[in-house]
């Protein structure tokens, strides 16, 4: 039997995919910020309207639709940055993506509730949970995984790098950090550049796993 192949990524080359990336559309970008934040300013309204004015029943109703909209928003974006690595060009309707609903829903749920545990276990499981199980969502989007074999896949395609990916995402934060500090405009940039980038390293390890 052949030894396992590490798996590897380049941060600088992740990095750099999403700098020019989200250079080359910046007004893309810009367009699916606009269009993000009316959505969530319109169901923030709504929300606001059924609790003034007491209708509890409706307030819940709002609030599963604007939990809905989130995670609908949540898979629009991965599947845009998808795109965006595979070279092609995505639209902003593709920020509506609906497909696989449930079982993105249910792997947040529980990859939340297993991060969570493992913050409480002294923290560090909590953080190794996280970076193990960060690609769940992108298999359930990128090949309609089921949510078992979304978690296991991720823990899988992770093996071997949870260093380098620890790095990775403290570097994805500090650019997040300058972007906020820079007025906060430069969040406009650094945001899809740090979502590109990991979607970038998503598809890398993905070409390099046994992963079907």
């Known amino acids: 039997m052949e030894p396992r192949k590490s798996l590897t990524f380049s941060k600088k080359e992740a990095i750099n995919f999403g700098f020019y990336t989200v250079k080359n559309n910046l007004f893309y970008f810009i367009s699916l910020f606009v269009v993000v934040l009316l959505v969530y300013a ?3 309204i709504l929300q606001a309207v059924f609790t003034f004015g007491h209708n509890f029943l409706l307030l819940i109703i709002v609030v599963i639709l604007r ?3 989130s995670l609908i928003i949540s898979m629009g974006l991965i599947k845009i940055t998808l795109e965006f690595v595979d070279k092609k060009k995505p639209q902003l309707s593709d ?8 079982n993105f829903f249910l792997v947040n749920l529980i990859k939340g509730f297993i991060v969570f545990i493992g913050l409480i276990l002294l923290v560090i499981p909590g953080i190794i949970f996280s970076i ?4 769940a969502e992108y298999l359930v989007i990128d090949k309609n995984k089921s949510v078992v074999d979304a978690l296991n896949g991720s823990w899988e395609m992770t093996k071997g790098v ?3 990916l620890f790095l990775f995402g403290i570097l994805l934060f500090l650019i997040n950090v300058l972007g906020f500090v820079l007025l906060l405009v430069g ?3 650094t945001v ?3 979502m590109v980038a990991e979607a970038f390293v998503f598809r890398k390890l993905l070409s390099q ?3 079907k």
């Open 42 to 44: 319109a169901m923030g």
């Open 67 to 69: 939990i809905a909209v």
């Open 95 to 102: 920020l509506f993506y609906t497909k696989s609903l449930l």
């Open 132 to 135: 193990k199980l960060q690609f």
């Open 162 to 164: 949870k260093w380098n």
């Open 187 to 189: 969040l406009l940039f």
């Open 192 to 194: 899809p550049l740090t």
């Open 209 to 211: 796993s046994s992963l």
